[in-house]
């Protein structure tokens, strides 16, 4: 078994993304529903930017999506 852990997770898999794309295309319009806010110097928040345009690696993934904690055990075996 190897030591290296999966840690982003795609909950739409590549592959599957590739299909939307044209000939030629390598990205995809992504919109964030719930776009992360910035504090600007003066305390005011704005929110980020919701629409983007990036390839499949960016897109429908998460961080630590299919993996298990206990205690300080990190277990990705359900992705493999």
Request: aromatic share 14%; with cysteine; proline share 8%.
């Amino acid at each position: 078994m190897s030591d290296q852990h999966t840690r982003n997770n795609h909950y739409v898999p590549q592959w599957y993304q590739r299909g939307f794309l044209r000939p030629g295309q390598s990205q995809l319009f992504y919109l964030n529903l719930a776009p992360d806010h910035i504090v600007l110097p003066d305390g005011q928040q704005m929110p980020r930017k919701a629409l983007h345009k990036w390839g499949t690696k960016n897109c429908f993934v998460e961080y630590d999506l299919y993996t298990t904690h206990f205690g300080p055990i990190i277990n990705d075996e359900v992705e493999k």
